[in-house]
C-alpha cells in the first residue's frame, strides 16, 4: 500500500520533513515528477540536508529511492546529490534508482531556459532556469532524450546535435552552447549511470504485488500544476495527484493515503498570482521569522496569510484524507491573524479559485480574522499542549477545508511534530 504527500499551495510547504518522518519502516520511497527545480529541507539528527532530485527517503536506512518516469533527471546534479548525501555517512548502495523512461534535462536545456525568460521580458514567468520547462517540450514535441536513450552512443550524440541544431535556428549566436562539449561529458557519465537505471514498471508491478510499504512524494505543489495551477507562472508537469499514476504506474486501488500538505501561512517564489500576498510589515515579518528563502534558488519567497480558498481548491483536485499544517510556530507572536476565505469579482463571491488571470488580477479577497496565541508553540509535541487560540486556528482551518489536519509541524526537526 502506498502513502502520497503533495503540496497543496505553491510549493515550499514542507513535504520532505513529512515524508522523512513517514519514511521509517517504508520500503520505497518514490518521486512520480518535476526535475531538480524542487527543493526539500530535512534537519535529522542535528543536520540539515537539502534534496532536489533524490527523494527525501535516501535519509532513511534500507529504504530504496526510485526516480519515477514522469521526472526529468539532469545527471550531474543526479551525482552530485549522491555525492553529498555519502559524505554525510549515508550509504546510498543499490538504494537510488532512477527509471530508464525518465527524460534528460541537458545543459542545453538550462542556456534555453534562461534565453525563453529573456525573450517573455516583464511576462517572465520566474523560473529556476534549471531547464526544467524545456526538457518537458521537447519531451512533448518527441524530440526529447530518454535515460534509455543515453546508453545508445550514436542515437544520444545524433539526438543531441538535432536538438541543439534546432535551437541554434532559433536563438542564432545568442545560444552560446558546443553540443560536442556535452557529448564528452555523458560519454564519462555512461558506465556510472547504469548502475542506477531500471525499468520501473516491473519494480512497482513488483512492489505492488509483495505488498511493499511505498511512499510517494510529489515535487512543487498543485498551484504549479501545468494543467490546475496559475497559468502560465506554473511548472511544466502535473504535480496534483494525476501526477503520481502517469509518473509512476502506481495502481490507484492501492492508495492507503493522500496527504496534502499546507503551510500555516501562504508562500510563492517566482512571479504569478497571489491573492493573499502582504507586501508590508506583515509580509516582510512572516518571510523573516519563517525564513522564507527558496531551497533551490536561494530567491526571497513572497508572503502572505494563509489562503484557504486555494486550499479549498487544492483538496477539490487531489481529494486528500489528512493534511499537514506546517510551520504552525511562526505565527506565535501575531496579535491576530487572517485567513483568507473569499473571493469576491465584481461584486460576485467566486465559487472556486478562477483560470482567468485577468479576474485574480480584479478581485477582492475577503478575510476572517481570528485571534493569535502569543505563546511559543517550537517544539510541542502534544495536542493539548498548543495554546487554546492555536488549536482553534487548526480547527478553524479544519472546518473550513473539510480535512481532518492529522500532523502540526511546530519547527524544522523532524521531533518538532504534533500527531493527532
Same mark, same amino acid.
Given at each position: 500500500?502506498?502513502t502520497?504527500?503533495?503540496?497543496?499551495?505553491?510549493?515550499?510547504?514542507?513535504?520532505?520533513?513529512?515524508?522523512?518522518v513517514?519514511s521509517?519502516?517504508?520500503?520505497?520511497?518514490?518521486?512520480?515528477?518535476?526535475?531538480h527545480?524542487?527543493?526539500?529541507?530535512?534537519?535529522?539528527?542535528?543536520?540539515?540536508?537539502?534534496?532536489?532530485?533524490?527523494?527525501?527517503?535516501v535519509?532513511?536506512e534500507?529504504?530504496?529511492n526510485?526516480?519515477?518516469?514522469?521526472?526529468v533527471?539532469?545527471?550531474?546534479?543526479?551525482?552530485?546529490?549522491?555525492?553529498?548525501?555519502?559524505?554525510?555517512g549515508?550509504?546510498?548502495?543499490n538504494?537510488?534508482?532512477?527509471s530508464?523512461?525518465c527524460?534528460?534535462?541537458?545543459?542545453?536545456?538550462?542556456?534555453?531556459?534562461?534565453?525563453e525568460?529573456?525573450?517573455?521580458?516583464?511576462?517572465?514567468?520566474?523560473?529556476?532556469g534549471?531547464?526544467?520547462?524545456?526538457?518537458?517540450?521537447t519531451?512533448?514535441?518527441?524530440?526529447?532524450?530518454r535515460?534509455s536513450?543515453?546508453?545508445?552512443?550514436?542515437r544520444?550524440?545524433?539526438?543531441?546535435?538535432?536538438?541543439?541544431?534546432?535551437?541554434?535556428?532559433?536563438?542564432?549566436d545568442l545560444?552560446?552552447?558546443d553540443?560536442e562539449?556535452e557529448?564528452?561529458?555523458? #560519454?564519462?557519465?555512461r558506465p !556510472?549511470?547504469? *548502475?542506477?537505471?531500471?525499468?520501473?514498471?516491473?519494480?512497482i508491478? @513488483?512492489?505492488? /504485488?509483495?505488498?511493499?510499504?511505498?511512499?510517494?512524494?510529489?515535487?512543487?505543489?498543485?498551484?504549479?500544476?501545468?494543467?490546475?495551477?496559475t497559468?502560465p507562472?506554473?511548472t511544466?508537469?502535473?504535480?496534483?495527484?494525476g501526477?503520481i499514476?502517469t509518473?509512476?504506474?502506481l495502481?490507484?486501488r492501492?492508495?492507503?493515503?493522500?496527504?496534502g500538505v499546507?503551510?500555516?501561512?501562504t508562500?510563492?517564489?517566482?512571479?504569478?498570482?497571489?491573492?493573499?500576498?502582504?507586501?508590508?510589515?506583515?509580509?516582510?515579518?512572516?518571510?523573516?521569522?519563517?525564513h522564507?528563502?527558496?531551497?533551490?534558488?536561494?530567491?526571497?519567497?513572497?508572503?502572505g496569510?494563509?489562503d484557504?480558498?486555494?486550499v479549498k481548491?487544492?483538496?477539490?483536485?487531489?481529494?486528500?484524507?489528512?493534511?499537514?499544517?506546517t510551520?504552525?510556530?511562526?505565527?506565535? #507572536?501575531?496579535?491576530?491573524? !487572517?485567513?483568507? *476565505?473569499?473571493?469576491?469579482?465584481?461584486g460576485?463571491?467566486?465559487? @472556486?479559485?478562477p /483560470?482567468?488571470l485577468?479576474?485574480?488580477?480584479?478581485?477582492?479577497?475577503?478575510?476572517?480574522?481570528?485571534?493569535?496565541?502569543?505563546?511559543n508553540?517550537?517544539?510541542?509535541?502534544?495536542?493539548?499542549?498548543?495554546?487554546?487560540?492555536?488549536?482553534?486556528?487548526?480547527e478553524?482551518?479544519e472546518?473550513?477545508?473539510?480535512?481532518r489536519?492529522?500532523?502540526?509541524?511546530?519547527?524544522?526537526a523532524?521531533?518538532?511534530?504534533?500527531?493527532r
Amino acid at each position: 500500500m502506498a502513502t502520497i504527500v503533495l503540496g497543496a499551495q505553491w510549493g515550499d510547504e514542507g513535504k520532505g520533513k513529512i515524508v522523512d518522518v513517514l519514511s521509517d519502516g517504508i520500503q520505497l520511497c518514490c518521486r512520480a515528477q518535476g526535475g531538480h527545480n524542487a527543493g526539500h529541507t530535512i534537519v535529522k539528527n542535528g543536520k540539515t540536508f537539502d534534496v532536489h532530485i533524490l527523494p527525501s527517503g535516501v535519509l532513511s536506512e534500507g529504504c530504496v529511492n526510485l526516480i519515477g518516469s514522469g521526472c526529468v533527471v539532469y545527471v550531474p546534479g543526479l551525482f552530485k546529490e549522491i555525492a553529498t548525501i555519502e559524505n554525510h555517512g549515508i550509504d546510498l548502495t543499490n538504494r537510488v534508482l532512477v527509471s530508464d523512461r525518465c527524460h534528460v534535462d541537458l545543459d542545453l536545456h538550462s542556456k534555453v531556459d534562461g534565453l525563453e525568460e529573456v525573450e517573455l521580458g516583464n511576462a517572465k514567468v520566474g523560473t529556476t532556469g534549471k531547464g526544467i520547462g524545456p526538457t518537458y517540450s521537447t519531451k512533448a514535441a518527441r524530440s526529447g532524450i530518454r535515460m534509455s536513450e543515453i546508453f545508445d552512443k550514436k542515437r544520444f550524440d545524433d539526438k543531441l546535435r538535432h536538438l541543439a541544431q534546432g535551437y541554434k535556428k532559433r536563438y542564432g549566436d545568442l545560444l552560446q552552447y558546443d553540443p560536442e562539449e556535452e557529448i564528452a561529458r555523458f #560519454d564519462e557519465y555512461r558506465p !556510472k549511470l547504469e *548502475t542506477y537505471v531500471v525499468d520501473q514498471v516491473p519494480l512497482i508491478e @513488483s512492489a505492488v /504485488a509483495g505488498n511493499v510499504r511505498m511512499l510517494v512524494e510529489g515535487a512543487n505543489a498543485l498551484m504549479l500544476d501545468i494543467d490546475n495551477g496559475t497559468y502560465p507562472f506554473v511548472t511544466s508537469s502535473n504535480t496534483g495527484l494525476g501526477g503520481i499514476f502517469t509518473g509512476l504506474h502506481l495502481n490507484p486501488r492501492k492508495i492507503q493515503e493522500t496527504i496534502g500538505v499546507v503551510k500555516a501561512y501562504t508562500t510563492r517564489v517566482g512571479s504569478g498570482p497571489f491573492p493573499s500576498e502582504q507586501i508590508n510589515s506583515i509580509g516582510d515579518t512572516l518571510q523573516e521569522v519563517g525564513h522564507e528563502f527558496g531551497v533551490t534558488t536561494g530567491r526571497r519567497r513572497r508572503c502572505g496569510w494563509l489562503d484557504l480558498v486555494v486550499v479549498k481548491f487544492s483538496n477539490s483536485i487531489n481529494w486528500y484524507d489528512a493534511i499537514n499544517l506546517t510551520k504552525l510556530d511562526i505565527l506565535d #507572536d501575531f496579535d491576530e491573524i !487572517k485567513v483568507a *476565505t473569499a473571493y469576491e469579482h465584481k461584486g460576485n463571491v467566486l465559487t @472556486s479559485f478562477p /483560470a482567468d488571470l485577468g479576474v485574480l488580477e480584479e478581485l477582492t479577497v475577503k478575510y476572517e480574522t481570528l485571534p493569535g496565541w502569543k505563546a511559543n508553540t517550537a517544539g510541542v509535541k502534544k495536542w493539548e499542549e498548543l495554546p487554546v487560540n492555536a488549536r482553534k486556528y487548526v480547527e478553524f482551518i479544519e472546518k473550513f477545508v473539510g480535512v481532518r489536519i492529522k500532523y502540526i509541524g511546530t519547527g524544522p526537526a523532524r521531533e518538532s511534530m504534533i500527531i493527532r
